[in-house]
Protein backbone atom coordinates (compact mmCIF):
# COMPACT_ATOMS: atom_id res chain seq x y z
CA UNK A 1 0.00 0.00 0.00
CA UNK A 2 2.88 2.15 0.79
CA UNK A 3 4.76 1.98 -2.94
CA UNK A 4 0.93 2.23 -4.64
CA UNK A 5 0.40 5.55 -2.45
CA UNK A 6 4.29 6.71 -3.11
CA UNK A 7 3.43 6.34 -6.48
CA UNK A 8 0.16 7.74 -6.90
CA UNK A 9 1.75 10.93 -5.11
CA UNK A 10 4.12 11.01 -7.55
CA UNK A 11 1.36 10.92 -10.63
CA UNK A 12 -0.44 14.33 -8.23
CA UNK A 13 2.88 15.85 -8.42
CA UNK A 14 3.60 15.22 -11.93
CA UNK A 15 -0.50 15.99 -13.40
CA UNK A 16 -0.65 18.84 -11.05
CA UNK A 17 2.59 20.59 -12.29
CA UNK A 18 1.53 19.98 -16.02
CA UNK A 19 -2.15 21.55 -15.07
CA UNK A 20 -0.53 24.24 -13.63
CA UNK A 21 2.03 25.49 -15.76
CA UNK A 22 0.03 25.30 -18.66
CA UNK A 23 -2.96 27.38 -17.11
CA UNK A 24 -0.30 30.10 -15.37
CA UNK A 25 1.81 29.97 -19.10
CA UNK A 26 -1.74 30.58 -20.72
CA UNK A 27 -3.11 33.52 -18.32
CA UNK A 28 0.53 34.76 -19.05
CA UNK A 29 0.17 34.78 -22.48
CA UNK A 30 -3.05 36.72 -22.46
CA UNK A 31 -1.44 39.40 -20.71
CA UNK A 32 1.48 39.63 -22.90
CA UNK A 33 4.45 38.35 -21.42
CA UNK A 34 7.15 37.12 -23.54
CA UNK A 35 7.47 32.95 -23.86
CA UNK A 36 11.34 33.61 -22.21
CA UNK A 37 10.23 35.04 -19.05
CA UNK A 38 7.33 32.18 -19.25
CA UNK A 39 10.18 29.82 -19.01
CA UNK A 40 11.92 31.59 -16.42
CA UNK A 41 8.98 32.45 -13.83
CA UNK A 42 5.84 30.85 -13.87
CA UNK A 43 6.91 27.51 -16.12
CA UNK A 44 10.48 27.15 -13.88
CA UNK A 45 8.08 28.01 -10.80
CA UNK A 46 5.51 25.70 -11.75
CA UNK A 47 7.58 23.13 -12.31
CA UNK A 48 9.51 23.60 -9.22
CA UNK A 49 6.23 23.46 -7.15
CA UNK A 50 6.64 19.74 -6.06
CA UNK A 51 9.50 20.15 -4.76
CA UNK A 52 8.41 23.36 -2.68
CA UNK A 53 5.60 21.22 -1.52
CA UNK A 54 7.84 18.67 -0.37
CA UNK A 55 10.51 20.41 0.87
CA UNK A 56 8.02 22.54 3.32
CA UNK A 57 5.54 19.39 4.16
CA UNK A 58 9.26 17.19 5.33
CA UNK A 59 9.66 20.67 7.25
CA UNK A 60 6.31 20.69 9.19
CA UNK A 61 6.88 16.92 9.76
CA UNK A 62 10.66 17.22 11.08
CA UNK A 63 12.41 15.23 8.60
CA UNK A 64 15.38 18.09 7.41
CA UNK A 65 16.50 15.86 5.81
CA UNK A 66 14.35 14.80 3.08
CA UNK A 67 13.75 18.74 2.58
CA UNK A 68 17.58 19.79 2.22
CA UNK A 69 18.36 16.60 0.20
CA UNK A 70 15.43 17.19 -2.13
CA UNK A 71 16.39 20.42 -3.49
CA UNK A 72 19.92 19.49 -3.62
CA UNK A 73 19.27 16.79 -5.27
CA UNK A 74 16.68 18.14 -7.61
CA UNK A 75 19.37 20.69 -7.90
CA UNK A 76 21.74 18.47 -9.04
CA UNK A 77 19.31 16.19 -11.40
CA UNK A 78 18.48 19.08 -13.44
CA UNK A 79 21.84 20.45 -14.80
CA UNK A 80 22.96 17.08 -15.12
CA UNK A 81 20.46 14.89 -16.28
CA UNK A 82 17.72 17.25 -17.99
CA UNK A 83 19.95 20.05 -19.10
CA UNK A 84 22.03 16.54 -20.68
CA UNK A 85 19.28 14.59 -21.78
CA UNK A 86 17.72 18.01 -23.52
CA UNK A 87 20.73 18.84 -25.46
CA UNK A 88 21.07 15.45 -26.98
CA UNK A 89 18.25 15.88 -28.30
CA UNK A 90 18.77 19.54 -29.68
CA UNK A 91 21.49 21.23 -28.84
CA UNK A 92 20.60 24.50 -26.39
CA UNK A 93 21.68 27.56 -27.97
CA UNK A 94 22.69 30.10 -25.30
CA UNK A 95 21.25 33.34 -26.92
CA UNK A 96 19.13 35.47 -24.50
CA UNK A 97 21.92 38.02 -22.26
CA UNK A 98 19.16 36.98 -19.47
CA UNK A 99 19.97 33.65 -19.58
CA UNK A 100 23.83 34.39 -19.38
CA UNK A 101 22.87 36.65 -16.31
CA UNK A 102 20.89 33.96 -14.86
CA UNK A 103 23.46 31.01 -14.77
CA UNK A 104 26.08 33.11 -12.52
CA UNK A 105 22.77 33.66 -9.91
CA UNK A 106 21.89 30.11 -9.52
CA UNK A 107 25.80 29.95 -8.84
CA UNK A 108 25.96 32.88 -6.54
CA UNK A 109 22.90 31.10 -4.58
CA UNK A 110 24.05 27.67 -4.67
CA UNK A 111 27.25 28.81 -2.57
CA UNK A 112 24.98 31.43 -0.01
CA UNK A 113 23.06 27.98 1.34
CA UNK A 114 26.98 26.34 1.49
CA UNK A 115 28.06 28.85 3.37
CA UNK A 116 24.37 29.23 5.42
CA UNK A 117 24.93 26.05 6.26
CA UNK A 118 28.79 26.09 7.67
CA UNK A 119 28.08 27.01 11.49
CA UNK A 120 30.59 24.53 13.17
CA UNK A 121 33.26 25.34 10.51
CA UNK A 122 32.55 29.09 10.55
CA UNK A 123 31.21 29.82 13.58
CA UNK A 124 32.42 26.82 15.87
CA UNK A 125 28.66 25.78 17.09
CA UNK A 126 27.88 22.45 18.17
CA UNK A 127 25.44 21.48 15.42
CA UNK A 128 25.17 22.99 11.28
CA UNK A 129 21.43 24.55 10.68
CA UNK A 130 19.57 26.48 8.22
CA UNK A 131 17.89 28.68 10.97
CA UNK A 132 15.09 31.17 10.47
CA UNK A 133 17.32 33.97 10.28
CA UNK A 134 19.22 31.74 7.43
CA UNK A 135 16.08 31.58 5.71
CA UNK A 136 14.97 35.00 5.63
CA UNK A 137 18.23 35.61 3.76
CA UNK A 138 17.86 33.22 1.18
CA UNK A 139 14.06 34.83 0.59
CA UNK A 140 15.65 38.32 0.60
CA UNK A 141 17.68 37.05 -2.17
CA UNK A 142 14.63 35.74 -3.65
CA UNK A 143 13.12 38.95 -3.94
CA UNK A 144 15.93 40.50 -5.39
CA UNK A 145 15.76 38.03 -8.09
CA UNK A 146 12.44 38.50 -8.83
CA UNK A 147 12.77 42.44 -8.98
CA UNK A 148 15.23 41.69 -11.62
CA UNK A 149 12.92 39.62 -13.15
CA UNK A 150 9.82 41.82 -13.15
CA UNK A 151 12.70 44.74 -14.76
CA UNK A 152 13.03 42.44 -17.74
CA UNK A 153 9.93 42.03 -17.83
CA UNK A 154 8.90 45.59 -18.18
CA UNK A 155 11.88 46.31 -20.59
CA UNK A 156 10.33 43.48 -22.95
CA UNK A 157 6.47 43.80 -22.64
CA UNK A 158 6.86 46.59 -25.25
CA UNK A 159 8.71 44.22 -27.37
CA UNK A 160 6.19 41.51 -27.40
CA UNK A 161 3.27 43.52 -27.21
CA UNK A 162 3.21 44.47 -31.00
CA UNK A 163 3.43 40.69 -32.07
CA UNK A 164 0.68 39.52 -29.07
CA UNK A 165 -1.85 42.02 -30.83
CA UNK A 166 -1.21 40.13 -34.24
CA UNK A 167 -1.18 36.36 -33.09
CA UNK A 168 -2.65 36.13 -29.71
CA UNK A 169 -6.31 35.07 -29.09
CA UNK A 170 -8.01 35.86 -25.94
CA UNK A 171 -7.46 33.64 -23.26
CA UNK A 172 -10.57 31.47 -21.44
CA UNK A 173 -9.84 33.04 -18.18
CA UNK A 174 -12.00 30.63 -16.34
CA UNK A 175 -11.14 27.82 -17.84
CA UNK A 176 -7.02 28.29 -16.97
CA UNK A 177 -7.89 29.75 -13.48
CA UNK A 178 -9.52 26.40 -12.60
CA UNK A 179 -6.82 24.26 -14.44
CA UNK A 180 -4.53 26.31 -12.23
CA UNK A 181 -6.05 26.12 -9.38
CA UNK A 182 -6.93 22.16 -9.71
CA UNK A 183 -2.87 21.61 -10.48
CA UNK A 184 -2.18 23.34 -7.65
CA UNK A 185 -4.36 21.02 -4.91
CA UNK A 186 -2.58 18.43 -7.02
CA UNK A 187 0.44 19.12 -6.07
CA UNK A 188 -0.25 19.54 -2.83
CA UNK A 189 -2.02 16.58 -2.02
CA UNK A 190 1.02 14.54 -3.95
CA UNK A 191 4.12 16.14 -1.93
CA UNK A 192 2.27 14.80 1.56
CA UNK A 193 1.79 11.31 -0.18
CA UNK A 194 5.50 11.43 -1.28
CA UNK A 195 7.18 12.90 1.68
CA UNK A 196 5.40 10.15 4.17
CA UNK A 197 5.70 7.21 1.93
CA UNK A 198 9.13 7.87 0.77
CA UNK A 199 10.57 8.02 4.28
CA UNK A 200 8.61 5.14 5.43
CA UNK A 201 10.10 3.07 2.64
CA UNK A 202 13.59 4.81 2.56
CA UNK A 203 13.97 3.84 7.08
CA UNK A 204 12.70 0.23 6.43
CA UNK A 205 15.81 -0.33 3.98
CA UNK A 206 17.85 1.20 6.35
CA UNK A 207 18.62 4.61 4.02
CA UNK A 208 18.90 7.76 5.34
CA UNK A 209 16.11 11.01 5.20
CA UNK A 210 19.31 12.80 3.50
CA UNK A 211 19.67 9.83 0.89
CA UNK A 212 16.00 9.66 0.45
CA UNK A 213 15.71 13.04 -0.47
CA UNK A 214 18.69 12.87 -2.82
CA UNK A 215 17.60 9.82 -4.68
CA UNK A 216 13.59 8.80 -4.76
CA UNK A 217 11.92 11.94 -4.13
CA UNK A 218 14.30 14.26 -5.82
CA UNK A 219 14.23 12.54 -8.98
CA UNK A 220 10.16 12.00 -8.79
CA UNK A 221 9.93 16.02 -7.69
CA UNK A 222 12.35 16.89 -10.49
CA UNK A 223 10.05 14.56 -13.40
CA UNK A 224 7.93 18.31 -14.50
CA UNK A 225 10.89 19.50 -15.12
CA UNK A 226 12.81 17.09 -17.16
CA UNK A 227 9.07 16.82 -19.01
CA UNK A 228 9.00 20.16 -19.94
CA UNK A 229 12.62 20.83 -20.81
CA UNK A 230 12.50 17.75 -23.48
CA UNK A 231 9.37 18.73 -24.37
CA UNK A 232 10.65 22.18 -24.71
CA UNK A 233 13.91 20.79 -26.55
CA UNK A 234 11.65 19.23 -29.49
CA UNK A 235 10.19 22.25 -30.29
CA UNK A 236 13.39 24.19 -30.45
CA UNK A 237 12.67 26.43 -27.88
CA UNK A 238 16.11 26.19 -26.22
CA UNK A 239 15.57 29.47 -24.49
CA UNK A 240 12.31 28.23 -22.34
CA UNK A 241 14.02 24.98 -22.16
CA UNK A 242 17.15 25.81 -20.47
CA UNK A 243 15.49 28.96 -18.60
CA UNK A 244 13.03 26.43 -16.99
CA UNK A 245 15.90 24.18 -15.79
CA UNK A 246 17.91 27.48 -14.73
CA UNK A 247 14.84 29.30 -13.11
CA UNK A 248 14.25 25.95 -11.16
CA UNK A 249 17.64 25.88 -9.58
CA UNK A 250 17.17 29.43 -8.22
CA UNK A 251 13.46 28.62 -7.20
CA UNK A 252 14.84 26.18 -5.23
CA UNK A 253 17.78 27.14 -3.05
CA UNK A 254 16.59 30.24 -2.49
CA UNK A 255 12.33 30.01 -1.86
CA UNK A 256 12.17 26.71 -1.18
CA UNK A 257 14.49 25.88 1.28
CA UNK A 258 13.99 30.05 2.59
CA UNK A 259 10.34 29.23 3.41
CA UNK A 260 11.07 25.85 4.58
CA UNK A 261 13.49 27.28 7.39
CA UNK A 262 11.40 29.95 8.29
CA UNK A 263 8.72 27.53 8.59
CA UNK A 264 11.05 25.17 11.09
CA UNK A 265 15.02 25.60 11.37
CA UNK A 266 16.46 22.74 9.32
CA UNK A 267 19.20 20.27 10.85
CA UNK A 268 22.00 19.90 8.47
CA UNK A 269 23.29 16.10 8.15
CA UNK A 270 27.44 16.59 7.73
CA UNK A 271 27.08 14.28 4.49
CA UNK A 272 25.08 16.98 2.43
CA UNK A 273 28.58 19.32 2.25
CA UNK A 274 29.91 16.97 -0.58
CA UNK A 275 26.40 17.24 -2.24
CA UNK A 276 26.06 20.68 -2.17
CA UNK A 277 29.81 21.51 -3.31
CA UNK A 278 29.42 19.19 -6.15
CA UNK A 279 26.13 21.14 -6.80
CA UNK A 280 27.76 24.30 -6.88
CA UNK A 281 30.84 22.85 -9.08
CA UNK A 282 28.53 21.78 -11.54
CA UNK A 283 26.63 25.20 -12.00
CA UNK A 284 30.00 26.36 -12.45
CA UNK A 285 30.35 23.76 -15.49
CA UNK A 286 27.14 24.47 -16.78
CA UNK A 287 28.06 28.40 -16.78
CA UNK A 288 31.19 27.23 -19.18
CA UNK A 289 29.32 24.78 -21.12
CA UNK A 290 26.58 27.97 -22.05
CA UNK A 291 29.56 30.34 -22.83
CA UNK A 292 31.81 28.26 -24.86
CA UNK A 293 30.38 28.76 -27.95
CA UNK A 294 27.10 29.94 -27.03
CA UNK A 295 25.36 26.94 -26.74
CA UNK A 296 25.47 23.29 -25.20
CA UNK A 297 25.84 20.49 -27.71
CA UNK A 298 25.54 16.80 -27.54
CA UNK A 299 29.01 16.17 -26.26
CA UNK A 300 28.41 18.38 -23.56
CA UNK A 301 25.18 16.80 -22.73
CA UNK A 302 26.32 13.77 -22.55
CA UNK A 303 28.58 14.53 -20.35
CA UNK A 304 26.09 15.68 -17.88
CA UNK A 305 24.51 13.19 -18.21
CA UNK A 306 27.48 10.40 -17.33
CA UNK A 307 28.35 12.97 -14.71
CA UNK A 308 24.72 11.91 -12.99
CA UNK A 309 25.62 7.97 -13.43
CA UNK A 310 28.69 8.59 -11.70
CA UNK A 311 27.19 10.65 -9.33
CA UNK A 312 24.11 8.22 -7.95
CA UNK A 313 26.58 5.10 -8.02
CA UNK A 314 28.52 7.27 -5.06
CA UNK A 315 25.97 8.24 -3.32
CA UNK A 316 24.28 4.83 -3.31
CA UNK A 317 27.65 3.36 -2.03
CA UNK A 318 28.18 5.90 0.20
CA UNK A 319 24.78 5.28 2.27
Known amino acids: MTYLLLIVGFALLIKGADFFVSGASKIARGLNISPLLIGLTIVAFGT ?53 KEIPFTLLGSTALLVLISDIALQGLNANFITRSDGLILLLFFGIFLYYIFEVARNSRDKVQVDAEVTAEAPSWGKNTILTLVGLAGIILGGEFVVSNATQIALSFGMSETLVGLTIVAVGTSLPELITSITAAIKKESEIALGNIVGSNIFNILFVLGSASVISPLAVDGKIFTDALLMIILTGVLLVFSRTHYKIGKFEGMTLVIAYVVYMIYIVIRN
Do not use: D, K, W
Not at 60 to 83: H, P, Y
Open 48 to 100: SSPEATVSIVAALEGTAGVAIGNVVGSNIFNITLVVGLTAMINPLVVESETIR
